[in-house]
């Protein structure tokens, strides 16, 4: 299959990207590079022998992404493009909507005229918002709390509406935990800018020496041993999940939505202490004030990844940490 992989040089992207060229497929990459590195390109074909088509572009530029589908003859497309930072949304909602709704409506309209029939979108375990039950399943009410999460809502709800309008359509909504991890080569990762939103990029540069301390943000939630529970995934099993979203939509010829997670749930010091291990580094630690917005504790229920797509996340807590670890470690700047 020839993929268009919107935001493929990011980093959930780039790893999809990997496991895509390993199983036979090609690949075109479609990045404006905001906030990824155009050298991401060379690590890949380091790694698979492949190197994806690049096109950089935007989005939102729907003739651009037509065009791009069109020269490269795409039959499918895995749009992963869009801003990130919940903190940032709330700053700057018109910017999120216009990447994160407009774009993905863009791509959807670009689909629609070139006749691409398979779409695989990047949605967030966010859309749930408060948990009324845990694990979240799929049928668990839908509520974001944020900016960030209520694009990703609306995108989901085009993209079904889209769905049911052009019926030969067939939609992926993948509703990603929290992504850890890096490839196990080491040679491609996550790369924040500045200082790190996220926990496991965070405490990983605390181990380098590159922050001082690891702010923990509260200590009295209603979990046990008082901080945030998360469930952290691979992103080479995520990776992973998208290839079998894609074989699950050509096989059976349907639309899903699903979550994918590993089920289990590990608080902010128990991730602390997976990285000392992994590094041999000591953290230091600060107990800060709960961070605005955020929730004690989720984790996802993987029952139907594993009956629609026959996937489940495979690495555990000490894969996820020794390869962040091996990752900043071989590359202390990110990708320079
Ligand atoms: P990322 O920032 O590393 O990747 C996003 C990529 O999209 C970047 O390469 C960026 O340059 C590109 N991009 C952004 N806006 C664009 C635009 N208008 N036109 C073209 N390219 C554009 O982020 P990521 O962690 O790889 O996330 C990928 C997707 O998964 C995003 O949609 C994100 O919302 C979603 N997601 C991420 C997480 C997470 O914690 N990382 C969790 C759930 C969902
Ligand atoms: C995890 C835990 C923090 C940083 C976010 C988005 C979500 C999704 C994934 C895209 C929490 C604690 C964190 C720090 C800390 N992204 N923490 N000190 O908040 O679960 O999810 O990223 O869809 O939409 O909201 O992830 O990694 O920021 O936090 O104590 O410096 O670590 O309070 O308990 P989160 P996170």
């Known amino acids: 299959m020839k993929i268009l992989v919107t935001g493929g040089a990011g980093y959930i992207g780039s790893h999809t990207c990997v496991e895509l060229l390993d199983g036979g497929h090609d690949v075109v990459v ?71 709704v407009v774009g993905t409506m863009r791509v959807l309209e670009a689909a629609a005229k070139t006749g691409v029939r398979q779409f695989v979108f990047s949605s967030s375990a966010t859309v749930y918002g408060e948990p009324k039950f845990l694990p979240f399943t799929e049928e668990h009410p839908t509520a974001a709390m944020n900016p960030y999460g209520k694009t990703k809502l609306a995108a989901e709800g085009m993209i079904e509406a889209f769905a049911v309008a052009v019926p030969t359509c067939k939609v992926a909504l993948l509703r990603y935990f929290n992504p850890v991890g890096a490839h196990e080569s080491g040679l491609i990762g996550e790369d924040p800018k500045g200082i790190p939103n996220n926990l496991m990029p965070y405490v990983t540069q605390v181990a380098a020496g590159r922050r001082t301390h690891l702010n923990v943000w509260g200590n009295d939630y209603d979990t046990p041993d008082g901080t ?27 639309s899903l939505t699903v979550n994918l997670g590993t089920g ?42 594993e009956k629609l797509l026959g996937w489940k996340a495979e690495r555990d807590l000490a894969a996820m940490c020794r390869d962040s670890w091996n990752w900043q470690s071989k590359n202390p700047d990110g990708y320079v």
């Not at 945030?228 to 349907?254: F, I, P």
Request: aromatic share 8%; charged share 25%; with cysteine.
């Open 228 to 254: 945030g529970v998360r469930d952290y995934v691979h992103v080479v099993d995520l990776a992973k999940g998208h290839v079998r979203a894609l074989d699950t939509m050509a096989e059976k010829g349907e």
């Open 30 to 100: 479609y990045d404006n590079l905001c906030n990824a590195n155009e050298g991401v390109l060379d690590r890949v074909e380091h790694i698979t022998g492949k190197r994806p088509v690049f096109v950089r572009g935007d989005i939102r530029d729907a003739e651009a992404v037509e065009a791009a589908l069109r020269q490269h003859a795409c039959t499918a497309i895995i749009h992963f493009a869009g801003l990130k930072a919940v903190g940032e949304s709330v700053e700057k909602p018109l910017m999120y909507y216009d990447n994160n």
């Open 264 to 305: 289990k749930g590990y608080s902010v010091l128990e991730i602390v202490k997976a990285v000392e291990v992994a590094s041999g580094k000591t953290i230091p630690t600060k107990i800060g004030p709960r961070r605005f917005g955020d929730l004690p504790a989720y984790w996802a229920d993987t029952a139907l990844a």
